[in-house]
């Protein structure tokens, strides 16, 4: 399936039919770039912290795929 797109009367894009995989693909690449807010790394490690008793710590993914990539 193509992808469609409606327009108005005017013939100006007003939206987008995609494959339902196409959907997914953006949905999963639109999580994977999400920066995680100050807030939610607190909760994380606290999460962490109750779980490991401090031995494991929130790293980005920036941090990750340098030490793996480099």
Known sequence: ????????QK?????????ISEYEDLLH??????ELTDEYKKMIDGMLDEE???KAQYVS?????????S
């Open 1 to 8: 399936m193509a992808t469609q797109f409606i327009t108005n």
């Open 11 to 19: 013939g100006k894009k007003t939206a987008v039919i995609i494959p």
């Open 29 to 34: 690449q639109h999580h994977v770039n999400l």
């Open 52 to 54: 490991t008793k401090g």
């Open 61 to 69: 993914f920036e941090h990750v795929k340098n030490r793996f990539i």
